[in-house]
């Protein structure tokens, strides 16, 4: 049986993986990467962040071409909706940016193996990786270096029974044939909201299911609420505080049950999305072969530098622990394997930043003002509307607000939360400047061009000190 020789193989090509393969060719490393689909670039770009953010632009330029244009003084007569063609402009995004991950793999000379990576035990202190491809045919390695970075698989409930029809997951979701006429959403998390956003704008009546009585978990409470309310006014609707029982398919709709209250109640829906949080995928590695197991949250426990129990063995991004963002995965990513070829790899967890895609858009970085309060950490707060910045004016898009949070004592930045336009986009100074250990007055006396919606972080940060200038 011939073997193949690397010094790294990486298990997984989304964005922690193929962005760790790179660098670790980089790194003079000679470098394999196994993934199952025929598409590089993980759920995130295939089925994910990439394609739902492709659905969000298109259906938001549709839901302002139906009456938002109109206070610009743009009379458009009839904006009609063609789903295919925007469906066809989102699968092409995705084509274009799988092709250029695989275009990378080639300028780095890194080598890919299409099929299912599964770890097949040691061997004179390497580990032993087996390809099995769709096709039959197996390849396989002998690694140095094994990083596992398989990501994760979307989560389900008891009672609620997924057809990839009327009852599916995200996947389902970024590909409608047709505008639901209510989609009901179970879980109002990012991917909840996002998708339902899209398909509200588009037509659908969007009903969101929540067994919190908020919506958003995680997200500082304040920002959260305040999108709540836009979020209700664009149309969404909001259950809160129920447990959903059941869903399953019904005819050519489904129908989802719930318990609000202790008294069950019943929806009938055209489609149903079932978004309740993402659980790691590490089905068929073989952990079990090199004597490698998994927490009761089904996640590869590592240390600080993602080492696993296991010499040579190392694990990031949606199968450890920590926020699952592809980001994160993609710092995890380099941080591991330049400590591997370098000795230094770090990854700062205290700046890595949040964005729900909605619109307006909500962003976070760093403690929310509940952690804070929880650890008992004094702080002061400074925020400023986009109500009172002309730049949010000029767009016609002043809901929202920025919110930072600073050390009472040093006043260095601990968090910062922002909803309104661009949030994804201004949230990056404050990351950057947490990144360096600033101040909030670093950030206020620092000049922010005018008009822009980066004002309103700067006014934010002078409200630290009760010095903001325009309100």
């Known amino acids: 049986m011939s073997e193949a020789h690397f010094d790294l193989v990486v298990i997984g090509a989304g964005p922690g993986g193929y962005v760790g393969a790179i660098r670790a060719a980089q790194l003079g490393m000679q470098v394999a990467c196994i993934e199952k689909e025929p598409a590089l670039g993980g759920t995130c770009l295939r089925v994910g962040c990439i394609p739902s953010k492709a659905l969000l632009e298109s259906s938001e330029l549709y839901h302002r071409a139906q009456g ?58 390497l580990t032993l990786v087996r390809c099995s491809a769709a096709d039959g045919s197996v390849t396989h390695m002998v690694a140095k270096h094994v990083l596992l970075a398989t990501g994760s698989e979307p989560s389900s409930l008891p009672g609620v029974e997924l057809d990839g029809d009327r009852v599916g997951t995200s996947t389902e979701a970024l ?172 990854v700062d967890y205290d700046s890595i930043p949040g964005i729900v895609y909605t619109d307006p858009e909500v962003a976070t970085v760093g403690k929310s003002e509940e952690d804070l309060k929880a650890a008992g950490t004094p702080y002061r707060k400074g925020s400023f509307p986009f109500m009172a910045n002309g730049r949010a004016k000029a767009l016609g898009q002043t809901d929202g607000m920025v919110k930072i949070l600073a050390d009472a004592q040093t006043d260095k930045v601990l968090g910062c939360a922002i909803f309104g336009p661009r949030a994804g986009d201004l949230i990056a100074e404050v990351a950057v400047a947490m990144a360096f250990g600033a101040s909030s007055e670093d950030i206020a006396r620092a000049c922010h061009a005018h008009p822009t919606l980066a004002e309103v972080v700067k006014e934010a940060a002078l409200a630290v000190d009760g010095r903001a200038i325009h309100i």
């Open 68 to 125: 938002d244009l109109g206070r610009h003084g743009i009379v458009v007569p009839s904006a009609g909706l063609d789903l295919a063609a925007m469906m066809k402009r989102k699968d092409d995004i995705v084509r274009q940016l799988t092709a250029g991950v695989a275009g990378l793999f080639k300028k780095n000379k890194v080598t890919r193996f299409s099929g299912t990576g599964t770890l097949q035990g040691r061997r004179d202190g």
């Open 175 to 346: 590909a409608f044939s047709a505008v639901p006429g209510h989609l009901v959403v179970v879980g109002a998390g990012v991917i909840g909201v996002e998708l339902g956003s899209v398909w509200l704008r588009l037509g659908a009546k969007v009903t969101v299911l929540e067994y919190l009585d908020r919506i958003l978990p995680g997200t500082d409470a304040e920002i959260a609420a305040a999108a709540q309310r836009v979020f209700k006014k664009q149309g969404m609707a909001f259950e809160l505080g129920v447990k959903v029982t059941g869903a399953r398919k019904d005819g050519d709709g489904a129908v989802v049950t719930f318990d609000k209250g202790g008294v069950e109640q019943t929806l009938r829906a055209d489609r149903v999305l079932v978004a309740v949080g993402r659980k790691p995928y590490t089905a068929a590695l073989g952990l079990d072969s090199v004597g490698l197991t998994t927490d009761k949250r089904g996640r590869i426990e590592t240390d600080a530098h993602f080492a696993t129990a296991v010499p040579g063995i190392f694990a990031i991004g949606d199968v450890i622990a920590g926020p699952m963002l592809a980001h994160k995965a993609e710092e995890e990513a380099v941080a591991c394997v330049e400590r591997l070829a370098t000795g230094w790899g770090h």
